[in-house]
């Protein structure tokens, strides 16, 4: 999960599935080649399943696995910690 975005991603798909555009939403400030690596990566880590529905336009949405769950309560300690620490800047 190492990356600046990776832990971002697998923070928002804890709330539940979502779809591309949705969970780019999510991180506004990455770019879209970095999102797609970490999208790809994250897959092929077995942290995070895409299903594609064959409609027009093709839907894709992304989903944490099994795996990507058990790092839930890591990733909300993170999230606290760094909120913590912001309020003292």
Not at 3 to 21: D, E, F, V
Not at 66 to 86: F, N
Request: hydrophobic share 35%; glycine share 10%; proline share 7%.
């Amino acid at each position: 999960i190492g990356g600046r975005g990776k832990p971002l991603i697998l923070y928002h798909l804890g709330n539940g599935p979502l779809r591309y555009g949705e969970l780019k939403r999510t991180i506004p400030a990455i770019t879209q080649k970095m999102f797609i690596q970490h999208l790809r990566e994250l897959e092929s880590d077995l942290q995070v399943t895409r299903k594609v529905k064959h409609v027009t336009p093709p839907q894709v949405t992304y989903g944490l696995t099994a795996a990507g769950k058990a790092l839930a309560p890591v990733l909300e300690e993170m999230a606290l910690w760094g909120k913590s620490y912001r309020k003292r800047l």
